[in-house]
C-alpha cells in the first residue's frame, strides 16, 4: 500500500511538473520579447487607445488655437508694440506662434498621466505589471505615443499660424526645429503627470495638480510678453521655469536670431545661441523628471495600485 500511494504521489509531481512546463512555455515566449518590441507594443497600444477616445485629444489641442486667436485679436496691438520695443520688424502672431507650441506640449503632456490614472482605475496596469514586458519600455512605448501626438498637434499649430501671417524665418528646417523643442520640452512634463499619477491614483487629483502648474508655468515666463518688460519678480521666476527655455529657443527658430533672454551664448554667431542653451536646460530637465517617474514605475507592483 505504501508503495502503490508513493508510485501515485510521484505520478501526479511529475504531472504538475508537465502541467508547469506547459504554463511556462508561453510566459517564457513572452518574456523574451526585446526592449524594443515591448516599446512598440505600448506604442500601438496607446495610439489605439487615443484613436478610440479622441475627446482628450480636441480638448488639449482647442485650448492653446482659442489663446492663439484670442490673443491676436483681443490684446495684438498693444502686445504688438511691446514686443517691438524689444525686437523691432516683427509681427505679434510671429512672436506668438512658438508660445503657443509650447502651450501645445503642455496641455498634451497634461493628458498623459490622467491615461495612466484610467489605466489604475480599470485595472488595465495592474494587468501590465504583471507580464514579463520591461517595465521602462512601458513608460517609453506609452511617452514615443504621446510625442508623436503632440508632434502632430503642434504641427497643426505652425499650420494656422501660418493662415494667420505668423512667418517661420528659417523655413521648414526651422519648422521642423521648433516641433522638436516642442517636444523635449514636453517630456518633462509628460514624467511629472505620470509621477503625479502614480503618486496620487487618482484622475480628478492628477487633473488638478497638472493644470494648477499650467497657466502659472506659462504667464510667469516670457511665453506672451518679452522677459524685459516684465516685472522684477515675474523675471526671477521665469529664469528658473522651462517654459521660458522652450519658447526662447523656439522662438528663435522662428524668428531666426537669437531671442534667449536668460543664457548668454556668443560661440555661434548664428540663431543657435539661441536654441542650443534652452535644448540643454530642457534636456537636463527631462533626465531629472524622467528618471524619478521611470524610478516609480519599477517599484510599482500590483499591491500598489489597487
Not at 505679434?92 to 498634451?108: D, N, R
Request: charged share 15%; hydrophobic share 50%; no cysteine.
Amino acid at each position: 500500500m505504501s508503495a502503490s500511494s508513493s508510485e501515485s504521489t510521484a505520478s501526479e509531481s511529475l504531472s504538475g511538473d508537465s502541467a508547469a512546463e506547459v504554463a511556462v512555455g508561453p510566459t517564457a515566449e513572452r518574456s523574451s520579447n526585446t526592449f524594443f518590441g515591448d516599446v512598440w507594443v505600448n506604442f500601438k497600444r496607446w495610439n489605439l487607445k487615443a484613436v478610440r477616445n479622441p475627446f482628450v485629444l480636441v480638448v488639449s489641442l482647442v485650448q492653446p488655437i482659442i489663446f492663439l486667436f484670442l490673443f491676436t485679436e483681443v490684446f495684438g496691438n498693444v502686445a504688438g508694440e511691446a514686443v517691438n520695443r524689444g525686437i523691432p520688424g516683427i509681427t505679434y502672431e510671429t512672436y506668438l506662434v512658438p508660445a503657443i507650441a509650447i502651450q501645445v506640449a503642455l496641455a498634451a503632456a497634461i493628458t498623459s498621466g490622467v491615461g495612466l490614472v484610467n489605466d489604475i482605475e480599470n485595472g488595465m496596469y495592474e494587468k501590465v505589471l504583471v507580464t514579463p514586458m520591461n517595465r521602462t519600455a512601458v513608460f517609453v512605448g506609452k511617452t514615443a505615443s504621446e510625442v508623436f501626438r503632440i508632434g502632430v498637434q503642434i504641427t497643426i499649430i505652425l499650420g494656422l499660424g501660418a493662415l494667420i501671417g505668423a512667418e517661420i524665418a528659417t523655413g521648414v528646417m526651422g519648422a521642423l526645429g521648433i516641433i522638436g523643442v516642442g517636444i523635449l520640452f514636453s517630456l518633462w512634463f509628460v514624467a511629472f503627470s505620470n509621477t503625479l499619477a502614480i503618486l496620487t491614483r487618482d484622475q480628478e487629483s492628477t487633473i488638478i495638480g497638472a493644470n494648477l502648474l499650467q497657466f502659472p508655468l506659462l504667464f510667469l515666463s516670457s511665453a506672451f510678453l518679452p522677459l524685459g518688460i516684465l516685472p522684477g519678480w515675474i523675471q526671477t521666476f521665469a529664469r528658473l521655469n522651462p517654459v521660458t527655455y522652450g519658447v526662447d529657443a523656439a522662438r528663435s527658430l522662428m524668428l531666426g536670431r537669437d531671442v534667449m533672454t536668460v543664457i548668454e551664448l556668443t560661440r555661434f554667431q548664428s540663431v543657435l545661441d539661441g536654441v542650443v542653451p534652452g535644448v540643454a536646460v530642457l534636456a537636463a530637465v527631462d533626465l531629472v523628471f524622467g528618471a524619478v517617474a521611470v524610478y516609480l514605475l519599477s517599484r510599482a507592483s500590483s499591491s500598489d495600485v489597487k
